[in-house]
């Protein structure tokens, strides 16, 4: 593998986000792996006596609740796999504590739910706790409140979340650790496949077949490590995709895994929010006028290219913007309740009454989603 600029940039991030998924960390049959979890802690204790900030995204919560409760496998039902992450998470964070404390570290556990970001102002309060967990020298360790996050408010997996806290704390880099070493043309474990090296652009990825999970303890497989790649990479921040038993070479040098280039410049904290953390009440259908005034020129949305409204939301929403396709292709604060618009449909301002006459969504309150990596997915 060549160094590449991609790289480098990884390599040299002063503030880090790592992530380490369950099938890394634990099994079945005996719970948290510990020599794998001193390995990588090792890894991080490493950077950080180089003065990196380092926040450790942990999965593995339910993967070793799973012995001590001997349910024998991964639950299927919601209550018993917040049950086993309740006990998990307890032993999971004990065994971090232990770990990073043979380095002379702390740590200090952050537990997400996605109200956690998704409110703009939950968003800046876990902001101030990373910063100051961070100033003060511990390293965070974060995982989903499992515990209390139901079916409807749950991130869903970690690689996403960590994407969120990557942007939260502004981290110069986010290397996600697995099972599988790499990202591959196909699923490693079908066959013959191919390591796919760097991903610069949407063409590196068109042609893979990406795959779920079948490690059993894994939530989101290489799809949700994909849509997380390209939350970080739309924000800004290159990503490393390795394996956790590559956690030194991919921390200290980055020379092992996949590489993702960021796309573009760093996203402002609000629009961040915007266009990936928020939580969204609707959906806006646009015609294709719409689409290309807002996506193409930036404008705002008129109520004249809006051919149809879903959902029951209020002013000051945060809604999608969807193509005469069904794709998204923006995020935006709407400036009218979900009961008010059906009667503004495709009507020029001229043809409203004058206290309508206002854009639907601001091009200020507006984030193009643009097509990226995640949507071959
Ligand atoms: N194209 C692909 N490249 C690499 N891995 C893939 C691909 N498609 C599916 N996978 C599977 O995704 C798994 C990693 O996802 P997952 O089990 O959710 O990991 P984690 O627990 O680290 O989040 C790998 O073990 C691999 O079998
Ligand atoms: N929060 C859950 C993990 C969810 C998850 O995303 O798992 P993984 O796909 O292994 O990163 C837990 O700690 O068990």
Same mark, same amino acid.
């Given at each position: 593998m060549t160094a590449s600029r991609v790289r480098n940039g990884i390599a040299k991030a002063r503030r880090l986000v790592v992530k380490v998924g369950s099938s890394a960390l634990t099994s079945t049959e005996d719970g948290i792996d510990t020599a794998r979890l001193d390995a990588l802690v090792d890894a991080v204790a490493a950077r950080v006596a180089e003065d990196v900030q380092v926040v450790l995204v942990s999965s593995g919560a339910i993967g070793a609740g799973i012995a001590p409760l001997a349910l024998g496998g991964r639950p299927e039902d919601l209550?018993?796999?917040?049950?086993?992450? %309740?006990?998990?998470?307890?032993a999971l964070a004990h065994a971090y504590a232990e770990s990073f404390a043979r380095h002379s570290l702390t740590v200090g556990q952050v537990l997400l739910t996605s109200d956690d970001v !998704?409110?703009? !102002?939950?968003?800046?309060?876990?902001?101030?706790?990373? /910063?100051?967990l961070? +100033?003060?020298?511990?390293?965070?360790?974060v995982n989903e409140n499992d515990t209390v996050a139901t079916e409807e408010i749950r991130f869903g997996d970690n690689d996403r979340l960590a994407a969120l806290v990557a942007h939260l704390i502004g981290a110069e880099a986010l290397v996600l650790l697995s099972d599988v070493d790499a990202l591959y043309d196909g699923d490693p474990r079908s066959g013959s /496949?191919?390591?796919?090296? #760097?991903? /610069?652009?949407? /063409?590196?990825?068109? #042609?893979? #077949?990406?795959?779920? %999970? +079948? +490690?059993?303890l894994g939530t989101g497989g290489m799809v949700s490590k994909l849509a997380a790649a390209r939350t970080a990479a739309a924000a800004g921040i290159p990503v490393l995709l390795a394996g956790a038993l590559d956690a030194a070479r991919a921390l200290e040098r980055a020379d092992v895994g996949t590489a993702f280039e960021a796309a573009g410049s760093r996203l402002s904290a609000r629009r961040f929010w915007l266009g990936y953390a928020a939580g969204v009440t609707g959906r806006l259908h646009l015609d294709d006028g719409a689409v290309a005034a807002v996506v193409g020129r930036r404008r705002s949305l008129l109520a004249a290219g809006v051919t149809g409204v879903d959902g029951d939301f209020l002013a000051g929403d945060v809604v999608e913007l969807v193509d005469p396709a069904q794709g998204v292709v923006a995020r935006g604060v709407v400036a009218f309740d979900a009961g008010e618009l059906p009667a503004m449909l495709g009507r020029t301002s001229d043809e409203l009454p004058e206290h309508l006459r206002r854009e639907v969504v601001h091009a200020d309150d507006l984030v193009p989603i643009t097509r990226s990596i995640h949507d071959v997915t």
């Open positions: 209550a018993t796999q917040q049950a086993a992450a %309740s006990v998990g998470q307890l !998704a409110r703009r !102002a939950h968003y800046r309060n876990a902001q101030r706790t990373f /910063t100051r961070l +100033s003060l020298g511990a390293v965070p360790v /496949t191919r390591r796919v090296d #760097e991903v /610069t652009s949407v /063409t590196d990825v068109a #042609e893979l #077949e990406i795959g779920r %999970s +079948s +490690s059993g």
